[in-house]
């Protein structure tokens, strides 16, 4: 029994070590050559691990796929609990630029625009995995902004008709420029820390300027 114990949690951590090795491989390969040019061979030869081994913790391609993309929305929860802390606020402007800068340092990272990009080449292989992907990443933050800014409204530190609109108006007017041309320029369009913070500050600025009472 004392054996037992002591090395489960070892073939537990070679377990998910493999696994993470095969997550890495295969997002590599879907980047630099689309869904339909990475095979399984190719994923276990660059993993070093057996093509049993990836069959094992995937049942097939499109699952593996599915993983990879839908795990980059936990990054989601970075920013979500400022929203949260946003509510209470007693300086509007100083908290939502914090969550205006936080926002987009968690969204234009490269690795992040690279599994968008990949996403919208395959959203019509894949409809279901872009709609997830939207409901749990894209959508679930514009559904906390928009509950964040209603009760700011409620408390009369807002005015707004349409707190959906707010909340996309909000999104857009700090991600618009950087993502937009990231989604063309690819890897090659890179921002400086400072230079995402002018976004962010400048998009506070002007949705106050609309919405501020």
């Known amino acids: 029994m004392t054996d037992v114990a002591q090395t489960t949690p070892q073939v537990e951590g070679r377990s998910a070590r493999k696994r993470r090795a095969i997550m890495e491989a295969a997002t590599g390969l879907f980047l630099r050559n689309g869904y339909q040019g990475t095979s399984m061979d190719e994923v276990a030869a660059l993993a070093a691990v057996s093509k049993q081994t990836v069959y094992k913790n995937f049942t097939d391609k499109e699952q593996l796929f599915r993983d990879i993309i839908l795990g980059a929305t ?60 939207y409901q749990r990443a894209p959508g679930r933050t514009i559904d906390a902004f928009t509950d964040c800014f209603q009760k700011l409204a409620d408390r009369g530190l807002l005015r707004i008709d349409d707190p959906s609109l707010a909340a996309s108006h909000f999104a857009w007017m700090i991600l618009s420029q950087p993502m937009d041309k990231a989604m063309f320029f690819g890897d090659e369009q890179q921002y400086t820390p400072a230079e995402l913070q002018h976004f962010a500050d400048e998009g506070v600025r002007v949705f106050l300027a609309a919405y501020r009472t």
């Open 74 to 133: 936990d990054r989601v929860g970075d920013f979500t609990e400022v929203v949260a802390q946003l509510v209470g606020t007693e300086d509007l402007e100083e908290d939502l630029g914090e969550l205006a800068r936080r926002y987009i340092t968690v969204v234009i990272q490269p690795r992040t625009l690279q599994l968008r990009r990949l996403l919208i080449a395959e959203a019509g292989r894949f409809p279901a995995v872009a709609r997830d992907y």
